[in-house]
């Protein structure tokens, strides 16, 4: 099993949405029981005596059971780009609900965790986010 896609896009001036799927071995979206560890991530980047740095700082974490049945059909993407899809929704996390500020402009990631009741198994996927 692994985890293709984890979407998270901003939703209004106060916060982002998270969704993510999940893909059998041959690439087929599935469903799975398991708990899903989300991470939203801040990401700072500095020219400092003539490198490039990027750091990034934890802004929220939270950890979910996930049973098959909280899969859903939906329709994802816009315009030439929506099609069907199985995903799990995590939902909008306002800025809140983080630790820090955010500023419009800043970036950073959203990570997504996987570890299956069935199989044992741990996968991992994560989105670029611009808050």
């Known amino acids: 099993m692994k ?3 984890t979407v998270a896009y901003k939703e209004g001036e106060d916060g982002i949405v998270i969704y993510f799927a ?3 071995a041959k690439g ?3 469903t799975d029981n398991g708990i899903a560890n989300i991470e ?3 990401t700072l980047s500095n020219y400092i005596d003539g490198e490039y740095r990027s750091e990034d700082f934890d802004l929220f ?3 979910i059971e996930v049973k098959s049945e909280y899969f859903k059909n939906a329709s994802v993407g816009v315009g030439n780009f ?3 899809m199985l995903i799990l929704p995590i939902g909008r996390i306002t800025y809140s609900q983080f630790k820090e500020q955010v500023e419009s402009g800043n970036s950073g990631k959203v ?3 996987f570890n299956s009741s069935a199989t044992g198994r741990t996968i991992h996927g994560s989105a670029q986010i611009n808050f």
Do not use: Y
Request: hydrophobic fraction near 25%; proline fraction near 10%; charged fraction near 35%.
């Open 3 to 5: 985890c293709p896609p």
């Open 22 to 24: 999940l893909a059998d």
């Open 28 to 30: 087929e979206l599935t």
């Open 40 to 42: 939203v991530k801040k």
């Open 61 to 63: 974490k939270t950890q």
């Open 82 to 84: 929506q099609h069907e």
């Open 111 to 113: 990570e997504v965790t």
